[in-house]
Nanobody
Framework: QVQLVESGGGLVQAGDSLRLSCAAS????????MAWFRQAPGKEREIVAA????????FYTDSVKDRFAISRDNAKNTVYLQMNTLKPEDTAVYYC??????????????????WGQGTQVTVSS
């Protein structure tokens, strides 16, 4: 079992930045792929970014490319999502997720086995 705990959400204005953190504990492994998903009210949960823990391959959905960056700190077992130039449409609950394996092309919600509790990000215009 892997436990994931997110932090760093909040209320910001358009154009501001936020950094989300996801602390992993339990049976953590460098063979995991880590991802950030988000879910806005009335919408499906969608993947935002993903990273293979050991190699560092990354994926970003088109709407956040060049604005968001996923990274990890091996010593702290923590994954980050740096979000810059935030827009009102980025408002959502952001979830950290993990799945065993290196296949970064697996991007559906059901592909991920472990989830954090979510952290709210609200961007005002």
């Amino acid at each position: 079992q892997v436990q994931l705990v997110e932090s760093g959400g909040g209320l910001v204005q358009a154009g501001d930045s936020l950094r989300l953190s996801c602390a992993a504990s339990g049976r953590t492994s460098r063979t995991y792929t880590m991802a950030w998903f988000r879910q806005a009210p009335g919408k499906e949960r969608e993947i935002v970014a993903a990273m293979t823990w050991s190699v560092g391959d990354t994926f970003y959905t088109d709407s956040v490319k060049d604005r968001f960056a996923i990274s990890r700190d091996n010593a702290k077992n923590t994954v980050y999502l740096q979000m810059n130039t935030l827009k009102p449409e980025d408002t959502a609950v952001y979830y950290c997720a993990a799945r065993l394996g290196y296949d970064i092309s697996r991007r559906a919600r059901d592909d991920y086995n472990y989830w954090g509790q979510g952290t709210q990000v609200t961007v005002s215009s």
